[in-house]
């Protein structure tokens, strides 16, 4: 990515120095970024003992923040087969030993919650067939974990996913019910420090503020940036009512134009405006970057990026998208910038210890990233020698493997 800072040098970069997100002390500012796996049961039950070890791995620098893969909030958010769901009892009991791994490793996380932008087809829902293929080979991966499209937005291999639905308040009203009570899950059953908001990629949220529904719903949901951002500012107000606006991190990415608005951009700089003026104590916002991932995605090579909205927020702010070490520790020299990794951090459980180090990084395997339910490109990349010398020179001298003793 382009960066172009015209008086900073990365001499004053604070990529190493803690920070304070809500309410978390944080002893850097590499974030995991959220990553959908599929290493779940067809029903949405996370299998507890494999991603527990995939997040305890990733915590292993302490004062590292998470954010999980994308999580159904309820059973109308989504509909696809090995993706996490967290709206009953079971699937609480299943995800509270991750989080309770990641606290052990004295790190923190945030669950992110998503909803799907319609109603799938029903060939699709809960399909084992049909979604077999679509993880593997060469097809191109979207940024919000799904295989990209292929044919359009919301297409995989040129076959439409979805069916258009009317949204209703009323189906307006259930979605933010159900993401309220999903929040309040993560937080109190699970105990994790928050949860991250998916406006994401022309996903659920996403498509209200990008009018993507056009007049295919409630008329005080579309048209004006005041409408468009309404279904979100109301989730908030729910969520935030819930569990706290220091415990809620909001993901946004403001560069993709699936649904052809063609101002997207103004729409999110309305957004920002009124998350600014409305919720301003939230833990973080997230920006994914410019940059092309897929279809819908513009090509815009902007130097500033995330920092033009930072310009409105002002507050702990998350860059995510193609990051490497340099342009981390370039970004970084901004205060109140956090950078989240996505590829890299799925490739290296220690990537906070190799980047403070400048210890090369494992690549990733891409043709692994969705293979269900398997170890194999999950938690299989391996830890740098100096990583797990570091830590067996602190269990041999019996001492904690606090941050004294891996990062300094
Ligand atoms: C395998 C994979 C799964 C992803 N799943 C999600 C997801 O569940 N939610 C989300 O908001 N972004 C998701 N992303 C996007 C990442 O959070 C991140 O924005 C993207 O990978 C760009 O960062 P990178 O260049 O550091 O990989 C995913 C990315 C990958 C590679």
Not at 277 to 298: M, S
Request: glycine residues 6%; proline residues 5%; aromatic residues 12%.
């Amino acid at each position: 990515m382009t960066i172009n800072f015209e008086k900073s040098s990365i001499q004053d970069s604070r990529l190493f120095d803690p920070i304070k997100v809500g309410n978390m002390e944080l002893q850097h500012r590499i974030v995991h970024a959220p990553a959908t796996r599929l290493r779940c049961h067809e029903d949405g039950m996370v299998m507890t003992e494999l991603v527990r070890e995939y997040y305890s791995q990733r915590s292993s620098v302490p004062g590292t923040l998470l954010i999980t893969e994308s999580i159904f909030s309820g059973p109308k958010s989504g509909g696809f087969t090995n993706i996490p769901c967290l709206y009953n009892e079971k699937h609480a009991e299943a995800w509270r030993p991750i989080v309770k791994a990641i606290h052990e490793n004295k790190c923190f996380v945030f669950m992110q919650f998503w909803n799907l932008p319609g109603e799938l087809k029903p060939e699709y829902l809960l399909d084992q067939e049909n979604l077999e293929n679509i993880s593997q080979g060469e097809c191109p991966m979207d940024p919000t974990g799904l295989p990209a499209a292929l044919g359009g937005a919301f297409s995989i291999c040129g076959k439409e996913l979805y069916m258009d639905k009317y949204m209703s308040k009323y189906d307006i009203d259930e979605h933010i019910s159900e993401y309220t009570e999903a929040a309040k899950r993560a937080v109190f059953q699970c105990g994790a420090d928050g949860i991250e908001v998916h406006q994401v990629n022309g996903f659920l949220l996403d498509k209200f503020v990008l009018n993507g529904f056009g007049e295919n719903c409630d008329p005080n949901y579309r048209g004006t940036y005041e409408n468009r951002v309404r279904f979100c500012l109301e989730l908030l107000e729910s969520v935030v009512k819930a569990i706290g606006q220091e415990r809620v991190g909001y993901r946004i990415s403001p560069y993709s134009d699936i649904w052809k608005s063609k101002d997207h951009m103004e729409a999110h700089m309305y957004m920002v405006q009124q998350l600014r003026v409305k919720f301003k104590n939230l833990a973080y916002l997230h920006v994914i970057e410019p940059r092309a991932y897929w279809t819908g995605h513009q090509q815009i090579l902007q130097e500033e990026g995330s920092l033009k909205y930072q310009k409105l927020w002002n507050k702990p702010l998350l860059s995510a998208g193609g990051h490497d070490r340099d342009s981390a520790l370039q970004l970084a020299t901004q205060d109140n910038v956090l950078v989240a990794f996505g590829r890299y951090f799925l490739a290296n459980p220690d990537l906070p210890f190799r980047l403070k180090f400048n210890i090369p990084l494992n690549r990733w395997n891409r043709a692994k990233f969705y293979t269900k339910k398997s170890p194999e490109g999950y938690i299989d990349y391996p830890y740098c020698e100096e990583f797990l010398n570091k830590t067996s020179e602190a269990k041999n001298q019996k001492v904690s493997c606090g941050k004294e003793r891996i990062f300094n």
